[in-house]
């Protein structure tokens, strides 16, 4: 069983920076400039245009996870070694006033057991702020519940959803979790919000219109009328309201897959599915949800089957970093996605612009 297997923890977040495409490029896959550092599960950020990968984990016995900070610039297509975070793990990000903050993970051992391998893992609540100006970072306030999950922005607060915990002492199997809490960096304090309606990770979340759609992931216990703990489920949340609604279902039962937002709709990317069996599918899909319909339509397949990935939006074009594929192989590279969008503007916290078309989206839970 790979660790990603074991975590299932990727959730991402990622929101749109917008310009005009070219459109005849629409659908094209342009490789760019491989990442330094082959790794997996690590995190990235966009700040000013500049994109960071962040921790993750490294192939070897012993201590696997690393503190490696890497920042991409696209207009040169270049790499440059940036400080190292201080704890080294893997973690998910957020940004808020231009600001990196790394928020709990994992530190994961590998030890041999017989002929075989088994892993240690060590949930943390550790948070820690990276300012790209000064390249330096900052402690901060640890999160309440030691985990490893995905997080997103609205309205300058962090919201930590869902997740993984591991039971180190007893060794019980993971759990998923329906835990969202939020950080206010402004004060350096936590606050709880209204459980998910599912528990799960490794799922995909985006923001639209200052709501936070959850797409899919890996749910424990299993949940009735799905494959196995696999989710294609859909929830939204609406911090002003506190509330969360089920408003539908993906196409497939997935996680590790990724969910960019451009002109209001989601591109779902990649993923893996787990039967009942060992048996793997690994999704080469690029999915789009339309939200002021409710509707999903399809766009050709990726040249390769990704999860685990990252992707960040510039332009209107999605950029993928890394990601595992067939027989667990890592890709240390960057590929752009050419949407053919025309984008539209964004504000500074990362809401679109309101247009008619935005007005008639879903209901407020």
């Known amino acids: 069983m790979t660790l990603r297997l074991i975590l299932g923890i990727r959730i991402l977040c990622v929101l749109s920076i917008i310009n005009v495409p070219n459109l005849s490029a629409e659908g094209n896959w342009t490789r760019k400039a491989d990442m330094p550092t082959p790794r997996s599960d690590f995190a990235t950020s966009m700040v000013n245009g500049k994109i960071y990968a962040i921790g993750g984990t490294i192939e070897q016995f012993g201590d696997m996870d690393v503190s490696i900070v890497e920042m991409y610039d696209p207009e040169t297509d270049t790499w440059t070694q940036k400080a190292d975070m201080p704890t080294s793990r893997i973690t998910s990000t957020a940004v808020v006033n231009g600001k990196i903050y790394a928020i709990g993970g994992e530190k994961i051992h590998k030890r041999r057991i017989g002929p075989g391998w088994g892993y240690d893992i ?18 901060k306030a640890d999160m309440p519940t030691l985990r490893g999950a995905g997080t997103c922005v609205v309205d300058g607060k962090i919201y930590v959803i869902g997740g993984t915990a591991f039971d180190n002492v ?8 329906d835990t969202v809490e939020v950080y206010d960096p402004a004060t350096d304090t936590w606050a709880k919000a209204r459980k998910m309606n599912h528990a799960r990770s490794g799922a995909a979340i985006s923001v639209v219109d200052g709501k936070i759609y959850v797409m899919g992931g890996t749910g424990w216990p299993n949940i009735p009328n799905h494959p196995g703990p696999f989710l294609s489920s859909i929830e939204v949340y609406n911090p002003k309201t506190n509330q969360w609604r089920e408003i539908g279902d993906m196409p497939d039962a997935k996680s590790s897959h990724t969910a960019s937002v451009i002109n209001g709709k989601i591109y779902v990317i990649g993923g893996f599915f787990r039967g009942q069996g060992i048996d793997m599918k690994e999704f080469k899909t690029i999915e789009i949800y339309h939200l002021q319909t409710g509707r999903w339509t399809q766009k050709p397949d990726m040249p390769d089957s990704k999860f685990g990935h990252t992707a960040e939006v510039i332009k209107a074009k999605i950029y993928i970093f890394n990601g595992i594929g067939h027989d667990d192989a890592l890709f240390p590279t960057v590929e752009i996605y050419d949407t053919g969008e ?6 500074p916290i990362g809401k679109r612009l309101k ?3 935005s007005l008639k989206n879903i209901d407020s839970p």
């Open 355 to 357: 247009t008619w078309a």
């Open 170 to 177: 007893q060794k019980k199997k993971p759990w998923r979790l």
């Open 122 to 139: 060590t949930e943390l609540a550790t948070v820690e702020m990276y300012d790209p100006v000064t390249d330096t970072w900052t402690q």
């Open 342 to 347: 025309f984008p539209q503007s964004v504000d």
